[in-house]
């Protein structure tokens, strides 16, 4: 059984940074395809950011060169560095992850595990 649980989230000013974890059990990074997406209140769910099992990464297009994916096959750990945050970056942060080793989709359709989500608010 696949468990996939993020932590990190909290409040955070604008211009601050956070680093989101989502520890994964029953599935192996290091040989699959991960990514985070994020939901605020009201809107769809939006990718922001993936990683696929060659460390190849893709990112949405307002987060570029202010979040960075990441994951440590050792920990089994996918991460999120984000800075800059900005007040309508507020959501509930949700790590995903697919079996395929070659996935470079920020659709939630692509995506078969999720975890619980982590709250990420900064306010304006």
């Known amino acids: 059984q696949v468990q996939l649980v993020e932590s990190g989230g909290g409040s955070v000013q604008a211009g601050g940074s956070l680093r989101l974890s989502c520890a994964a059990s029953?599935?192996?990074?290091?040989?699959?395809?991960m990514a985070w997406f994020r939901q605020a209140p009201g809107k769809e769910r939006e990718g922001v950011a993936c990683?696929?099992?060659?460390?190849?990464?893709l990112y949405a297009d307002s987060v570029k060169g202010r979040f960075t994916i990441s994951k440590d096959n050792a920990k089994n750990t996918l991460y999120l560095q984000m800075n800059s945050l900005k007040p309508e970056e507020t959501a509930m942060y949700y790590c995903a992850a697919s079996d395929a080793r070659h996935l470079y989709i920020l659709g939630a359709y692509a995506y078969d595990y999720w975890g619980q989500g982590t709250q990420v608010t900064v306010p304006s």
């Open positions: 990683i696929d099992s060659t460390n190849y990464v």
């Open positions: 029953g599935f192996t990074v290091s040989t699959g395809s």
